[in-house]
């Protein structure tokens, strides 16, 4: 069990020995996490765009595989808010949210975030995270953590919302129909708040989602809080509703032909290629005439994406029927004098090609499948591959950022040691395996993390049993979640974002610094008004606050130097001191490379025209970490420069790296070794002594205080 490579292979070879003790502490604690888990992944799969079971899909295996291969013992992996955000707003654009279609774009982003961060494992470059500062990732989480909730507001109130380019005119939307609020809907989603607050606050140790979730779901059913009906085209009385679904339902039709041509086609192709290679010219016929009915299909597919926006937006009355006659739906407030509705408000959910299903109720999670996911690899293509690969980058850093800051957090208070490659193994193939079996992409949770701690965990077997416990509920649990509101997963998503709210980390980050305040703001600005494709958001923050670093590089401090009262060489000009005429002493703060050797060159060069009478400049570098070969060309060049106008340029406290440089590339040889001292103070000892032995005549105030 000593074996490294071993332990390297099987990280979770360190739990051993596993005394009884741990396991009894390890198994109530993955049971406590998993009363926290099995309603929140499910609210979390509906925030990603998913069916609400798809949620337990990510909660089952991908949990149990990043505890098991990951290097903190007590972090929660799975299902998260903004990873399920950031995975909602990269598919939206490409499939409708819950079709076939975005499930599978999910569950092969799931796979590319998976392959990226085991990459960046296995190559240890978990260091490449630290491109994303903390100033950006607060910007951006407190603006994902807004529009994480605004995005549930509609589902809060029961009205429909639609998705377009602009997150900000789509809850614009919603807010215009605030007067259509279902109000059954907004008091199973604010009970659900109520009892959640109350308990984190009175009761924190109690499992609080279950329990809102549990006594909602009840009284769900009890009341008979879902109505749903059916209905045709034939129903629909209002014209402009009618028009809109015989659209529809014409273009669905239509959407079906192309694909079935499509189908045919690429048969067709593959059967070319096979035989006549792929630069034949019938071949290189089919495939444009396919490239011709795809681009006719993504038109088709994004016009009924808009019709399903607009039918689900009307609101109709239903007329029931009299003598075996067909229900008839009217627009609201539209319902001929005479005519009595059944007191209902519905709407279309669903447009279909002929039937469409009518929703009068609430809207509860319904059927959820039972039993294990399916296992196999999602259709992969290089197009799809393509449309995914900035937004795998974008979830695959900040899901990790987040995963490695709550194990460190939770490793200050267990002192355990965190290696972040090996946590990004971990977290890479949870959502490899989480790929495999039909979920979208994770990381770690803060929220359960801290449940975890809390309720005891002692290794990562806290995981494996609450992937366990998952897996008992979808065997066994999966009817009972059936009349569970969707108003109520809103509420837990809202009740879990709250928390990340946190405008006083974008605050402190403006007092640390005016660059790290910016960057955070802007990142913040951005990440709104870019939503949903919140990947733009954190790309300007990182960009912004990388360019930020690299002015503040170019325009280090340099200060010309005097002797202070107390001792010490310090900033003239800040503490008033005198100057030397025999020798000017500057201190350069920084780095010395290719982006400030030009201001370091007329800093020197000023300084030196400052004090013309000066014999002597001495370069105080015990800031100077770095030296680059544009740095050592510029220095080389003020050296002779410098001494043919007679001034002695000399250094002190330079860094070994720096040493390295110069003796590397034959600086030290021109600028000489007697010129280089330990200290500025042995320095200006040395050219004391040369003053004296030279009869030179001035005021030298900067040697030591003896």
């Not at 990873?83 to 079709?99: D, E, I, Q, R």
């Amino acid at each position: 069990m000593n074996n490294p490579l071993l332990k390297r292979l099987l990280p979770f070879l360190r739990w051993l020995p596993y005394a009884g003790t741990t396991l009894r502490a390890d198994f109530i604690a993955g049971l406590t996490v998993a009363l926290v888990l099995v309603p929140q992944s499910m609210a979390y799969a509906q925030l990603a765009g998913m069916p609400p079971y798809y949620g337990l899909y990510a909660a089952f295996l991908p949990v149990m595989v990043a505890a098991l291969w990951g290097s903190s013992n007590q972090l929660g992996t799975g299902p998260v808010a903004v990873v399920s955000l950031l995975t909602a707003s990269t598919l939206a654009p490409l499939a409708a949210p819950g079709s076939a279609q975005f499930i599978a774009l999910a569950i092969m982003l799931a796979l590319m975030v998976g392959i990226f961060q085991l990459a960046l494992g296995a190559f240890k470059l978990g260091v490449v995270v630290n491109f994303l500062s903390h100033p950006v990732i607060v910007g951006f989480t407190n603006a994902a953590a807004i529009i994480i909730g605004l995005s549930q507001v509609n589902k809060l109130i029961g009205v429909p919302m639609g998705r377009s380019e602009h997150f900000i005119q789509d809850i614009w939307g919603v807010v215009q129909q605030a007067g259509d609020t279902h109000l059954p809907t907004l008091a199973m989603g604010a009970a659900a708040i109520a009892i959640m607050w109350a308990l984190r606050k009175w009761a924190p140790k109690m499992p609080g989602v279950l329990i809102a979730v549990a006594i909602t779901t009840t009284v769900s059913w009890s009341i008979g809080f879902e109505r749903n009906a059916t209905g045709r085209i034939d129903n629909v009385v209002d014209a402009e509703a009618r028009t809109l679904l015989s659209e529809h339902a014409r273009t669905a039709l239509r959407i079906d032909e192309l694909n079935g041509q499509i189908g045919t086609k690429s048969a067709e192709l593959k059967k070319l290629q096979k035989e006549h290679g792929e630069l034949g010219h019938e071949a290189a016929t089919l495939n444009y005439e396919l490239e011709l009915l795809r681009l006719q299909l993504q038109d088709r597919e994004n016009e009924n994406r808009g019709r399903n926006r607009a039918i689900r937006s009307i609101v109709f009355e239903r007329v029931p029927g009299a003598d075996g006659q067909p229900d008839r739906l009217y627009a609201e407030g539209r319902v001929p004098q005479g005519e009595q509705s059944d007191g209902r408000r519905w709407r279309i959910a669903r447009a279909g090609k002929d039937e469409f299903r009518l929703v009068g109720g609430g809207e509860v999670v319904g059927r959820v499948p039972e039993g294990l996911p399916s296992i196999g690899l999602p259709k992969i293509t290089w197009e799809m591959i393509g449309s995914l690969l900035s937004a795998t980058i974008v979830i695959s850093l900040v899901g990790f950022m987040e995963a490695i800051s709550i194990a460190k957090a939770i490793a200050a208070r267990t002192k355990q040691k965190i290696d972040p490659n090996q946590e990004l193994l971990g977290q890479g193939l949870g959502n490899v395996v989480g790929a495999l079996s039909q979920a979208f992409p994770v990381s770690g949770s803060f929220s359960r993390s801290a449940v975890n701690i809390n309720a005891g965990a002692i290794t990562g077997m806290s995981s494996v049993f609450t992937g366990l416990f998952v897996l008992l509920t979808l065997l066994f649990l999966t009817p009972l979640l059936y009349h569970l509101p969707q108003a109520v997963l809103a509420a837990v998503i809202i009740m879990a974002v709250i928390g990340l709210v946190n405008f006083a980390a974008i605050k402190h980050a403006w007092q640390a610094s005016r660059h790290d305040g910016i960057a955070a703001i802007v990142t913040f600005v951005v990440t709104l008004a870019a939503a949903p494709h919140l990947d733009s958001g954190i790309l300007a923050g990182a960009g912004l606050a990388i360019l930020l670093y690299l002015l503040r590089t170019m325009n280090p401090r340099v200060a010309i130097l005097g002797r202070h009262p107390d001792g010490t060489l310090r900033d003239a000009k800040l503490h008033n001191l005198p100057a030397s005429e025999i020798v000017t002493a500057v201190r350069f703060d920084g780095r010395l490379y290719f982006a400030n050797v030009a201001y370091f060159e007329d800093a020197i060069l000023e300084a030196v025209a400052a004090n013309p009478k000066a014999r002597w400049l001495l370069v105080v570098g015990e800031g100077i970490n770095e030296l680059d070969a544009s740095g050592e060309e510029v220095v080389h060049h003020l050296v002779e420069r410098l001494r043919s106008n007679g001034v002695n340029m000399v250094f002190s406290g330079l860094k070994k790296q720096v040493l390295d440089v110069m003796r590397a590339t034959g600086l030290y040889e021109a600028v000489g070794e007697q010129n280089f001292y330990i200290t500025a103070d042995r320095a200006l000892e040395a050219i004391s002594t040369e003053i004296e032995a030279q009869g030179i005549e001035g005021a030298f105030c900067l040697l030591p205080i003896k």
